[in-house]
């Protein structure tokens, strides 16, 4: 009995974890986020609030960086800090001129982020989902592209 169920809770581990990578919710949109598009790839991942000054300033900085990363296949994601959902975080979004994906759903703990207690914040994520940098504060495209690429020669 003890080896059909260690051999049953294997074979269930196994299919939670193999469905792990399959999901990240949907984004301002309500289209599904495929994993495809954060697995195995570096990431910039922006914290933002429509009551927050420097991120309004900052948007259009991360909407050039993400027209520049597109051909380098590294994504450039948002997410909103109060955690609107729905038709909230779509109107948010369109007032703020977000082009880039927000997701709905906070990754924070996929990639075992710090929860920050000031905004903006930009997190770096290398393509193994291991946190590089945390950028406070307003952010330029040219100065997140800068650190990217140090950090990618490092890598």
Do not use: H
């Not at 296949?73 to 948010?92: C, H, M, R, T, Y």
């Not at 290398?126 to 950090?151: C, F, I, P, S, Y």
């Amino acid at each position: 009995m003890t080896r059909r169920l260690a051999a049953a809770l294997a074979i269930i581990g196994a299919l939670l974890l193999g469905g792990c990578g399959n999901d990240y919710g949907i984004d301002q949109s309500g289209q599904k986020v495929a994993a495809e598009r954060l697995d195995k790839q570096w990431l910039v991942l922006n914290y933002w609030a429509e009551w927050c000054g420097p991120c309004r300033t900052e948007i259009p900085e991360l909407n050039t960086l993400a027209d520049q990363l597109k051909a380098r296949k590294i994504g450039v994601f948002g997410v909103n800090f109060d955690n609107v959902q729905g038709e909230e975080l779509k109107s948010a979004s369109e007032k703020l001129g977000i082009k880039f994906t927000v997701l709905a759903s906070d990754p924070a703990d996929l990639f075992e982020l710090p929860r920050s207690e000031a905004l903006p914040v930009t997190y770096i994520i290398d393509n193994r989902g291991k946190v590089r940098e945390q950028l406070m504060g307003e952010q330029t495209a040219a100065g997140v592209m800068a650190k990217l690429e140090a950090l990618q020669a490092k890598n």
